[in-house]
């Protein structure tokens, strides 16, 4: 069955470093999502991408984060200048773009656990 | 801003028992909404996906129910297992291609 994936598992980096989060949607889906879970928390919405652009964004998707779909199969999530409060585990997803049935599910990746010293 | 809210936050139910999780959300000009369930330390999985146009959907055990006009949605699951034991999320998708979660319930089933 296809998956998303999504790589590296963990990253640990230094604050005020930049990193790149990297995942795989499922290869016919057209819709893509970054969410985030900070540990203990709720799930968090950060950005959906369409088209390739953004079609939405949350208040957490400030001006530190950015999104790119370089070709025709990645999908990344930068953050330009880490802070200790960006630790979460970071969730990709990809939905295919049915219409009013079943198909419209989300299906989510396994996560990147980002660590920030 | 939609806000999504479960109810409990955990649940403790010996095995066999049938039991409801709880979902409502403000908004209710809603695209669709999903239940999940989330193993400790693991990503999500789908369970169950209704279209705002949908009052129910069934998979197995699991039977999911929408009242848009309400802001409501229960999980049903029947002849709860052991390993049933896990996080459920309800999430909201909204008309403008953002999906908004709830806390969660954690569920324990005890054999």
């Known amino acids: 069955e296809p998956e998303v994936t999504q790589t590296p598992s963990h990253q640990v980096t230094q604050m005020g470093q930049e990193v790149i989060l990297r995942c795989v949607p499922i290869?016919?889906?057209?819709?893509f999502y970054w969410y985030r879970q900070i540990l203990g928390q709720k799930v968090e919405f950060l950005v959906s991408?369409?088209?390739?652009?953004?079609?939405?964004k949350s208040e957490i998707f400030d001006d530190q984060f950015s999104v790119e779909r370089p070709d025709g199969s990645n999908f990344t999530l930068k953050i330009r200048s880490t802070k200790l409060e960006d630790s979460a585990m970071y969730f990709c997803?990809?939905?295919?773009?049915?219409?009013?049935?079943?198909?419209?599910?989300?299906?989510f990746g396994p996560g990147t656990r980002l660590t920030v010293l | 801003k939609q806000k999504v809210t479960q109810i409990p936050a955990a649940l403790s139910v010996p095995e066999g028992e049938n039991l409801v999780l709880n979902c409502s959300f403000t908004d209710s000009a809603i695209y669709n909404l999903q239940w999940f369930r989330q193993d400790p330390g693991k990503g999500l999985t789908s369970l169950l996906l209704i279209q705002s146009s949908q009052r129910e959907q069934t998979s197995g055990r699991l039977n999911a129910s929408l009242d848009k006009s309400s802001g409501r949605s229960t999980l049903y699951i029947a002849a709860s297992q052991p390993g049933d034991s896990a996080t459920y999320l309800c999430?909201?998708?909204?008309?403008?291609?953002?999906?908004?979660f709830g806390a969660g319930t954690r569920l324990t089933v005890k054999p």
């Open positions: 997803a990809s939905r295919h773009p049915g219409l009013a049935d079943s198909t419209d599910t989300q299906y």
């Open positions: 991408f369409y088209n390739n652009e953004i079609s939405e």
């Open positions: 290869s016919n889906h057209l819709y």
């Open positions: 999430a909201v998708m909204g008309n403008n291609n953002d999906m908004r």
